[in-house]
């Protein structure tokens, strides 16, 4: 396999990469931008997905009802996250597939490096999307919406998988496509790529 130049300087020196999911890993983010707008759309609420991309589900709805103005009950709020994770679900097992060289490159990676997650993607949405990828058991450990206290761009996720894996920052490598992502990585003192300028693969 011969990897980008700046993939290959990225990776020197590196033993973990840590990787996000959605946009990342698989190009989910149009499936997730229709389940936003099938679920807030009826609510006279317009979506930018963009602006909302990386964020968990709970927190970009509520970003999404206070650009607006709009305030509802928590439960009302909850059930709202509820139905888009429940759409955005089938949608993932009707149709899903790794981005151009995703595959190739992890199948290279995954016997070099150690491979992390940290994703603001629900545990069963994602878990989901990497059984039907055949990922399952990839990525040691993976850090879901659950798990944190505070989501993206807030740096505790990958502070966590740090010290999980005892692997130091500088050893470690980013994967991600969102601005929260990026903000995330830098606040965690970590280098990151960015998959949507950086080829995984030429």
């Not at 759409?87 to 151009?100: E, G, T």
């Not at 997650?117 to 999307?129: D, F, H, K, N, Q």
């Amino acid at each position: 396999m011969k990897e980008s130049v700046s993939l290959l300087n990225a990776l020197q020196g590196k033993r973990l990469l840590i990787f996000d999911f959605d946009g990342t890993i698989a190009d989910t983010s149009p499936l997730h931008a229709a389940a936003f707008a099938q679920v807030l759309n009826p609510l006279g609420v317009e979506v930018d997905y963009p602006k909302i991309a990386g964020r968990k589900t709970l927190d970009a709805m509520q970003l999404c009802l206070t650009r607006i103005g709009r305030e509802l009950p928590d439960a009302e709020i909850h059930a709202l996250v509820a139905e888009k994770q429940s759409r955005v679900r089938v949608m993932i097992a009707q149709s899903l597939s790794p981005l151009p060289g995703v595959n190739d490159f992890l199948g290279w990676a995954k016997s070099r490096y150690q491979l992390a997650m940290v994703t603001s993607g629900s545990r069963g949405t994602v878990e989901l999307a990497l059984q039907k990828l055949g990922y399952l058991g990839w990525f040691q450990p993976i850090l879901f919406a659950e798990d944190v206290r505070v989501a993206k761009p807030d740096p505790e996720g990958f502070l966590r998988v740090l010290e999980i894996a005892g692997i130091p920052a500088q050893q470690t490598l980013v994967f991600e496509d969102s601005e929260a992502g990026f903000l995330s990585a830098e606040l965690a003192g970590l280098t990151y790529v960015d998959i949507n300028i950086v080829k995984w693969i030429i």
